[in-house]
């Protein structure tokens, strides 16, 4: 197991280091001078310009620029944000439990729906209940949730008034935000009223970001079951006259589960696109929010450090669904 | 024994297939209703100015946010009603129509020659040219496509073009990655050694005699990447670095509309059933598709 992970992260450096190489490159092919473009100050003197080349180490050659770039970074400089002058690891770290939260709600969502369903459809192959569900599966695979969270914000906020329109808190309590995930920090502050806010603030967006995973989730565990329910060990199952619940259970859902937690894992990089787009129809303050905006202030330290921080957090949760793979399936492990 | 022998020329044997494929593939009825509506926006976005009842940038000043046909308060001019500005939106979603099957037909071509050309590389070559390619391929899927696609945007300029090239760079891998697997799956068949033996250059072995056997799971792959491709189009024009207004591709018209979500429902609804109604069209037609290509599934 431990050469097993061992392994796995050895696979990562490259990858890695080709992102760094990507962030680094980013901000030299943007149209423009990266000095400038990087300082943040138009319409400079030469000497000052000079100046800033030299603090930002232009004027040396490209490859030792790079290398400082990763002696910065393995000490968690990731440089300061154009627009708010803060440390762009500042910013990414008080920003990101609000996408985690947002992207971990929606990813438990998905699965707590999708594999039931999937599960289902499977034993009743062919039913009414196997089309309908495999046919909103395939409308939640083709939505465009950037559309359908307007819809809902139509629906729910507009014209049921149920739901806040965007945000993750009401204005109306105020209190510290130690974990910063806002439904456990509004249990912990103990007003009344708090943690339901939070949740009439989450729900809306969870159940957008969750729709395109729990479509493929679903579809998947139904292949995975239907594969499995013709494999023999199914068949003596069946054959000895254990009760059909526990074929299904036991014997069938098991198996089948593992393909089921590589498209859960897989989900993860998907829910990252998506919930760039949830948080900018939800204003909520995620990092996909913070990204886009970045981009449109032409924040470029911000772009340049918030790719690496983000494509690096993929990896490692790609990672940890790899490693919890090929602890549920030993033929993965002793390959 | 010879007169129970049947041969069979090469036209022959491709209508053959073509017929089991087009047996196959009926049989999935939703693939079947998938290419009809498929077809309909091909027609539609051919003949949009035939059948656009007004022009898609025409701004009907006496005529602003006029709700459909059935509400109160319509306008016989305007099926689907008027925008902010008093264009027709189903004029605009007809002219709309043609950005996504565009911007579909590209990504796809740019993203599959790319793919194709590397993968056969990759696989053909083995060795150091393999690992440095597919390298760089994990390189870009590490990336959550939709954040590269937008640093790309960034990078290049925002612009419908531009969010093409994007977009195809950011599929281009799930293609060579497929063809990589069947290439190294085909290389060492007999076929390919005979091949070889009878003096065929590594070109025509690449792309004549390979290539054709792994075709299928790259047209499956294609099928799904120009569902993705127009969602993601639509997505970066929603955010307003794709299409630029006032184009009527879909994604920026919902991005034009967003300011009156809670006043005037219509010109946020369209736009988007039009994106669910063709990106469904296409996934059914996919899935169709990989039902009557892939024979592990067809015999099951």
């Known amino acids: 197991m431990i050469r097993f992970i061992f392994n796995k992260l050895l696979y990562l450096v490259p990858t890695l280091l080709g992102i760094t190489i990507v962030a680094f490159g980013f901000v030299r092919v943007l149209p423009g001078d990266p000095v400038t473009l990087l300082a943040g100050e138009r319409g400079i003197s030469p000497e000052r310009h000079a100046q800033l080349s030299a603090q930002l180490g232009f004027d040396r050659p490209i490859w030792e620029q790079y290398f400082d770039f990763l002696v910065r970074l393995a000490h968690g400089d990731f440089g300061n944000s154009l627009v708010t002058k803060k440390p762009v690891l500042d910013e990414f770290l008080t920003l990101f439990p609000a996408t985690l939260e947002l992207a971990f709600c929606a990813i438990v969502l998905a699965t707590l729906i999708g594999v039931p369903v999937g599960v289902l459809a499977a034993i009743k192959r062919g039913s009414w209940f196997d089309q309908i569900s495999m046919t909103a599966a395939l409308v939640g695979f083709s939505m465009p949730i950037f559309w359908w969270g307007l819809l809902l914000i139509i629906f729910f906020s507009g014209t049921l008034g149920w739901t806040p329109v965007s945000g993750r808190m009401s204005l109306m309590f105020y209190f510290d935000t130690p974990t910063g995930f806002m439904l456990i920090d509004s249990l912990l502050s103990g007003q009344s009223g708090a943690f339901r806010s939070a949740l009439s603030h989450l729900v809306l967006p969870a159940i957008v970001l969750a729709t395109i995973p729990l479509a493929v989730i679903a579809r998947q565990t139904r292949s995975a079951m239907l594969e499995v329910m013709g494999e023999d060990y199914v068949r003596t199952a069946r054959a000895k006259g254990l009760p059909a619940k526990r074929v299904v259970m036991v014997h069938a859902l098991r198996n089948a589960m593992v393909p089921v937690i590589t498209t859960i894992g897989l989900q993860v990089g998907l829910l990252m696109a998506g919930a760039i787009l949830t948080e900018t129809i939800f204003s909520w303050p995620g990092v996909g929010k913070w990204m886009i905006d970045s981009i449109s202030r032409r924040d470029y330290p911000v772009v340049q450090s918030g790719l690496l921080l983000i494509a690096g957090m993929v990896m490692i949760v790609n990672l940890l669904v790899d490693l919890t793979y090929g602890f549920i399936n030993p033929r993965i492990r002793h390959k | ?300």
């Open chain 2, 1 to 300: 024994m010879s007169d129970t022998s049947l041969q069979l020329t090469d036209g022959q044997i491709r209508r053959k297939m073509i017929a089991d494929f087009w047996f196959d593939f009926r049989r999935n009825k939703g693939a079947v209703v998938g290419l009809c509506v498929f077809t309909l926006l091909v027609l539609v976005a051919i003949f949009a100015p035939l059948v656009a009842p007004h022009s898609a940038t025409l701004q009907y000043r006496d005529a602003l946010l006029v709700p459909p046909f059935w509400s109160d308060g319509a306008d016989p001019r305007f099926l689907l009603g008027t925008d902010a500005v008093g264009r027709d939106v189903l004029s605009r979603l007809i002219f709309g129509s043609r950005y996504s099957l565009f911007i579909g037909v590209v990504v796809v071509l740019v993203a599959l020659t790319g793919g194709i050309i590397l993968g056969l590389i990759a696989g053909y070559c083995g060795k150091w040219v393999d690992t440095v390619i597919m390298r760089v391929m994990d390189i870009i899927l590490a990336f959550p496509s939709l954040l590269l696609a937008l640093v790309l945007v960034a990078i290049l300029g925002p612009g419908l073009t531009n969010a093409m090239i994007a977009i195809a760079i950011v599929y281009q891998p799930h293609f060579a990655r497929l063809t990589r697997a069947a290439v190294m799956g085909e290389k060492n068949r007999e076929y390919v050694t005979a091949a070889r033996l009878a003096g065929a250059g590594p070109l025509r072995l690449m792309f004549k005699t390979i290539l054709p056997n792994c075709l299928a799971p790259l047209i499956v792959q294609a099928t799904l990447s120009f569902s993705s491709a127009v969602l993601d189009a639509a997505a970066l024009g929603f955010l307003g670095m794709g299409a630029q207004p006032p184009a009527p591709e879909w994604g920026t018209m919902l991005a034009e509309a967003r300011e009156f979500i809670l006043r005037a429902w219509w010109v946020v609804t369209f736009p988007g059933l039009a994106i669910l109604i063709s990106v469904l069209a296409i996934n059914l037609m996919g899935d169709g598709l990989r039902d009557a290509l892939d024979p592990k599934l067809k015999r099951s």
